[in-house]
């Protein structure tokens, strides 16, 4: 697909069918994530956990609705990829890094026609001791820092209606 119609393609999507991601388009999710930049080349600093296992993605559900108040809040997407921050990573830069590999899958999933979102609400509210955390059986000291619901949507085929309205100065 031409870029600026990745672009152009590029929403949020928080409705999903339950049709599961291909292991072929995860495979390029992931390789889209892998072509991004991060600051002091420290490739160590992250994991990437991808779940589609159905039984876990529906406790992570659960747990946020229980704890959180607040249903579905990854909109029942049939994968989830995490961009979780190691021993590794350094605190002043971890959180600009895991946005651009997030955006990096997110741009991806526009390519592919998948939906996508990019979350971070949940994650923050039920923090580093939450029991979905230990559910992924992450390695010692990493923890999730964004992640990126990605499933099958018609509305991921539309093109987004408006765009940011930054300020943009030149000078
Ligand atoms: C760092 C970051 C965290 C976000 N966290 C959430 C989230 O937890 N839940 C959610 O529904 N959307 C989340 N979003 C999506 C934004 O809310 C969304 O980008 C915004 O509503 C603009 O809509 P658009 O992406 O369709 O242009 C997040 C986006 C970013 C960049």
Redesign the pocket.
Known sequence: MEFDQVLALR??I?SYTDEPVSKEDLAALVKAALASSVGKHNDAGYTLCVVTDRALLSAIDKEAEEKLGKPHMFFEAPALIFICETKEAFDYLKEFDA?IIAEHIHLKASDLGLGS??????IRHLGHDADYVKALGLPEGTYPL?AVAVGHSRAAKME?KGDREFEVIYR
């Open positions: 929403k949020s928080r946005g979102v990019v979350l971070y609400g949940f964004l987004r």
